[in-house]
């Protein structure tokens, strides 16, 4: 009894159940498809933020540019499925597959920079990537966007806020049960020796350009297979999904959250949606507002928002 | 040389200009704090709109324009005081998301204030094209390089001849050696604001005629001026000048002779392809790490 009372204690067990009971009780609370639609928007950019956590928060390796992979897993799928009828989830895998590729062959370069020459060059990328997607239009449609159409696996059709609901809230749990199992591994204490000091790492016998890599194809991997998701949930995409502020938007959710606290991100997404739909009404003052929230936060809390507020209930200083 | 390539040459000189003066103030605040400041861009936009509506009131422009860099470099210092030095000790990601922050909430300013549109600043002096060698050059363009000339020629002289400027790279240089000197630190990183706050302004004033203004005109003039200073090297004030320019005649002949789409992208394929080579820029110290 005391062995289980120990491990609900833990994240990987008594974190993931609360998870599940919280994806499971929401519906109850969620009172018409526009709550539905905000709650989705959610789940989408937490999983994506729960791998960009693993690269950002563990491993230490800034990238302003993974809305990139996450436009090219969208189009991906916008264009297989649209322009040459392949089916929804063949069209993901290849689109992953792809992304995995060209995140695995630029991984070796782009890792090898550090600090903001890291961020220089991995915005570079996202911004590349944002460009030829608005101007190659005879595939894109071009800045106007393209229209996707539904997510059919076999003969079901994923069909109504409620299923998405599902869809995005199983992938959700699934993408933190995987982010924690690579945490406690032997993988996971190799990244977080690189972020502590990549050369002590590398004397210690770790193979650390190995470890950077494998993260930053993953974390490229979940985006694109959730901006698939995305294409297909939301009927319709634009470049803007891979554009420079989006790939800010991610970055700042995970940094708001707390950097390495995987259930951070998830709240840094929560509030990250919910801030433009709650400022929308104050038209004018939306950008301000939200200007000063992510300063004011960031300054008084730099550490992110939750491991500030465990950190404090807890009693330490955070 | 054919009048074609003089033309773009001309274009591209200009434009690269003003990415040299953006990437100089990424490098001077660089130097001394050794934050990337992500609202640099606003700087130039706070200068062209705030020098429009001054011209707009009646103001003689010499005197709109200086009124102009006064404010912007207020911002600047303002930025520095309370957005940045609170956070002195956070990590690099964290103070990357305060600037973009802050560059958020003046872009939300100043559409509040002068509303979304674009406006336009008259030229300095007239729209008279000047005929070169088969290329054409506006006067504006020679303002634009007229005073970054000025400009480069003033800062070696603050920076080597004066004492504060002297400060100002001491502290750079290793800023708890340059405080058991005497020198106020905390002082220099902010007048490194305020300095590179400045010079922003000019460039967006410099500009403003070429291109219109308008409240986020300063994202991708701030990015392209990020691109200048990493390609020179980030730190190093003549990498951040050659840096602007071989981007500006880069992204100038590969509109002319590709194709204008792409025009964009241009200074973000340099610096990647760059980067893969050599990932401290052109002119940067290929610094050993202390460990």
């Known amino acids: 009894m005391s062995h289980i009372k120990h491990l609900l204690k833990t994240p990987r067990y008594g974190g993931l159940l609360a998870l599940v009971l919280i994806c499971l009780l929401l519906p109850l609370l969620l009172q018409n498809a526009y709550q539905f639609d905000v709650a989705i928007k959610v789940g989408i950019s937490a999983v994506v933020v729960v791998g960009l ?74 911004i590349i990537i944002s460009i030829v997607i608005a101007t190659e239009d005879w595939l ?131 509030i990250l949606v919910l801030l433009p739909q709650l400022l929308s009404g104050l038209e004018d003052l939306e950008m301000i507002i939200f200007g000063l929230i992510l300063m004011l936060t960031m300054i008084f809390m730099p550490k992110g928002l939750l491991p500030t507020v465990t950190g404090r209930l807890k009693g330490g200083k955070a | 040389m054919s009048a074609e390539f003089l033309q773009y040459l001309f274009t591209g000189i200009t434009i690269g200009a003003i990415y040299a003066l953006v990437g100089l103030g990424f490098s001077i605040i660089y130097n001394a704090s050794h934050v990337i400041n992500f609202a640099q861009g606003e700087f130039l936009m706070i200068g062209g709109m705030c020098t429009v509506a001054l011209v707009g009131t009646g103001l003689p422009m010499p005197v709109a324009i200086l009124a102009a860099v006064a404010v912007t470099a207020v911002a600047g210092l303002a930025l ?126 410099l500009v403003a005629p070429i291109t219109l203004t308008s409240y986020d005109v300063g994202i991708m003039l701030g990015l392209k001026g990020f691109v200048a200073a990493v390609l020179g090297g980030l730190g190093s004030g003549a990498g951040a000048i050659a840096g602007g320019l071989i981007l500006g005649i880069a992204e100038a002949m590969a509109a002319g002779y590709i194709s204008s789409d792409y025009k964009d992208a241009v200074p973000f394929v340099i610096i990647l392809a760059i980067l893969f080579f050599m990932p401290s820029g052109l002119f940067g110290l290929r610094g050993t790490e202390r460990v």
């Open chain 1, 140 to 270: 894109t449609g071009g800045p106007d966007g393209m229209g996707v159409g539904p997510f059919m696996l076999f003969d079901y059709e994923i069909y109504g806020e409620k299923a998405w609901y599902w869809v995005v809230a199983a992938l959700l749990v699934l993408s933190v049960w995987l982010a924690l199992n690579i945490i406690d591994s032997p993988v996971g204490r190799a990244l977080r020796a690189v972020h502590g000091s990549e050369v002590a790492a590398q004397v210690a016998g770790i193979d650390t350009t190995h470890y950077k890599v494998l993260v930053f194809v993953f974390s490229a991997v979940i985006a694109s297979v959730m901006g698939s998701v995305f294409a297909h949930y939301s009927g319709f995409v634009t470049p803007t999904e891979a554009g420079f502020f989006h790939s800010i938007e991610l970055v700042t959710m995970v940094v708001l959250g707390g950097m390495a606290s995987t259930y951070g991100g998830i709240l840094g997404a929560l």
């Open chain 1, 53 to 126: 956590n693993l690269l950002i928060g563990y491993t230490g390796q800034i990238s302003l540019g993974h809305a990139g992979f996450f436009g090219l897993g969208a189009y991906s799928s916008a264009i297989l499925t649209v322009n040459y009828e392949w089916s929804a989830l063949a069209a993901l895998l290849a689109g992953s597959v792809g992304v995995g590729l060209i995140a695995f062959v630029l991984a070796r370069p782009i890792l090898k920079l550090k600090g903001h020459y890291l961020a220089m060059a991995t915005l570079g990328l996202g």
């Open chain 2, 80 to 205: 520095q005081k309370f957005a940045v030095a609170p956070a002195r000790n956070a990590e690099v990601v964290t103070i990357i998301i305060i600037t973009i922050g802050a560059s958020i909430f003046l872009r939300g300013l100043v559409q509040l204030v002068w509303g979304k549109e674009f406006h336009a600043l008259p030229a300095f002096s007239g729209d008279e094209p000047i005929t070169i060698g088969g290329a054409t050059i506006l006067p504006q363009s020679l303002w634009v390089l007229g005073i970054t000339l000025v400009i480069v020629v003033a800062l070696s002289w603050f920076f080597n001849k004066t004492l504060l400027g002297k400060a100002i790279l001491a502290t750079s240089h290793n800023p708890d050696a340059a405080k058991l000197m005497g020198i106020n630190t905390g002082f220099i990183l902010l007048i490194s604001f305020g300095l590179s706050a400045m010079l922003g302004a000019i460039a967006g004033i």
